[in-house]
């Protein structure tokens, strides 16, 4: 795999292909991009990153354009933990949320037709504005750069969904979720953009059955099979959590099975009326492999928050709840409105993530501030084995670097490197949705942890990223990592 070519890497022949957009002409290359790897357990032996791509949004009352930053994530560098680049959306109000690669790992499936593609560009949507930008982070991802913008008429009239949301990129194009339709009702689904040119290709469904919520999606390449969860459309969730909806189980608590290829709906699995949101899905790495887990933000029956198993079992789909976090209790002067009457912190699993070996299981609690790592090499039967806390609706537990500074917001967007050593996260989860759990406001920060190969997770003290003008949110890391490919070798 390490293997070079010292002729074709001297003579760095590129075959240009010229196309309408992105303005500059895309360079496939004669040989794969070097960040893309047949499989999981040669991914976890790519270089460490040096970079990360941040997502960041003016928060209420801010007169800024959103943005996407840099920030240095190399140890050796002298501006380590620090802004070092970042690019400004041309217009107000996007609120960037979720974004990913043009191109990956996937690539190198054997059926994929588009082997020689690079690695280079972010696909940045924005949740609210429905407007999608295309950003290139080459030569030098100090100074990323919009080489295209998608306005959301286009987005309107090309697919009949708005507000973009998650973006994957599979072997033969970008698959973008959406949350709703263009009146912000639904239904929520799918639609794909060529990875070459960005163009609109159109909705992916072909027959969606009795889908109508939409938001996360993923899919287990060996087995023609993708999935997705349900949150709310975006007349549901715009303004923030509609108390009304959310006790009369009227938000997302299915997940649904899809054939892949065929594009048509197969199966509904409903985890109960009771679990609401049913959010961040993360199949197993390995293409052998027919499970994953999602998260659900909340149970209205205890405020519990909870992490279920889907299986492949005698040629059926399955759910098995394998992780459930209760709500803890809390003085109710330190609740927001929302909560005071319940007198307790729901731990609110807002994001999950699984390490490219399969081994660790990563749970944001963005309610309680607290961060979990199990051990799922037994995916039926999880095992706790790391926890640390920061900020929390009650606790405000600072961060060691400073340890005098209460800290708003918890837990929320987690990335991790694809040799599992490393963890970032962040802490503002949707604006309309932060002001209502953390109503004194978020301060914005990004932190990072040290992973134990046996299990554990300790803090960085030396990386602490604050903002203040702009709350982050999702994290892409330079070159690849453990949510941003799929493989389809072992």
């Known amino acids: 795999m390490n293997d070079r070519n010292p002729v074709l890497d001297d003579l760095a022949v590129e075959v240009v292909l010229k196309i309408k957009s992105p303005r500059k002409a895309i360079m496939p290359l004669l040989k794969p991009d070097p960040t893309f790897y047949p499989s999981p357990r040669l991914a976890m032996q790519a270089p460490p990153e040096k970079h990360a791509f941040v997502a960041a949004l003016n928060p209420p009352g801010s007169k800024l354009n959103d943005a996407l930053l840099v920030v ?7 501006t380590y933990g620090r802004r070092v680049g970042e690019v400004k959306m041309p217009e107000f109000g996007d609120e960037l949320h979720h974004f990913g690669w043009n191109a990956c790992s996937s690539a190198l499936c054997p059926y994929a037709p588009h082997p020689h593609v690079e690695r280079r560009y972010l696909v940045v949507p924005g949740i609210r504005s429905s407007r999608i930008h295309i950003i290139d982070t080459k030569p030098d991802p100090q100074k990323p750069k919009i080489v295209k913008v998608i306005e959301p008429e286009e987005v309107f009239a090309r697919t009949n969904y708005s507000r973009p949301h998650t973006i994957h990129c599979g072997p033969e194009g970008i698959y973008v979720s959406a949350l709703g339709a263009p009146n912000g009702d639904g239904p929520g689904g799918i639609f794909m953009l060529d990875c070459e040119t960005f163009e609109i290709l159109g909705q992916w469904e072909m027959d969606r059955g009795p889908q109508f919520f939409q938001y996360d999606f993923w899919w287990h390449l060996g087995f023609d ?11 549901m969730i715009e303004n923030g959590v509609q108390p009304d909806l959310l ?5 997302g608590h299915q997940m649904h099975v899809w054939d892949l290829r065929r594009r048509r709906h197969l199966q509904a699995l409903d985890l109960g009326k009771e679990q609401q949101m049913v959010l961040e899905m993360r199949p197993a790495h390995d293409p052998r492999k027919a499970y994953g887990f999602v998260s659900v933000v909340v149970s209205v029956k205890d405020l519990s928050a909870s992490i279920w198993l889907w299986h492949r079992g005698n040629g059926a789909w399955g759910l098995k709840k394998v992780i459930e976090i209760p ?10 409105p929302l909560l005071k009457d319940f007198k307790a912190v729901p731990a609110l699993v807002t994001d999950i993530n699984l390490s490219l070996d399969d081994k660790f299981l990563y749970v944001s609690c963005w309610g309680t501030g607290e961060f979990l790592q199990y051990d799922v090499s037994d995916p039926f039967n999880p095992k706790k084995t790391g926890s640390v806390r920061i900020g929390g609706i009650a606790n405000r537990t600072p961060h060691p670097r400073k340890p005098d500074q209460p800290l708003a917001g918890g837990p929320q967007m987690v990335e991790v490197s694809r040799d599992g050593k490393r963890i970032y996260f962040t802490n503002s989860l949707y604006a309309a949705w932060d002001e209502q759990f953390y109503p004194d406001g978020v301060a914005s920060w990004m932190v990072k942890l040290d992973a134990g190969r046996d299990g554990g997770i ?10 203040s003008d702009y709350r982050v949110h999702q994290i892409r890391l330079e070159g690849g990592d453990s949510s941003s490919d799929s493989f389809c070798f072992p």
């Open 225 to 235: 099979t993708l999935l997705s969860s349900e949150w709310g459309t975006p007349n």
């Open 247 to 251: 006790l009369g189980s009227k938000y």
């Open 458 to 467: 300790t803090f960085d003290e030396n990386f602490f990223v604050e903002s």
């Open 327 to 336: 709500a803890e209790p809390a003085d109710p002067e330190k609740l927001p």
């Open 72 to 78: 240095d994530v190399d140890p050796e560098s002298r």
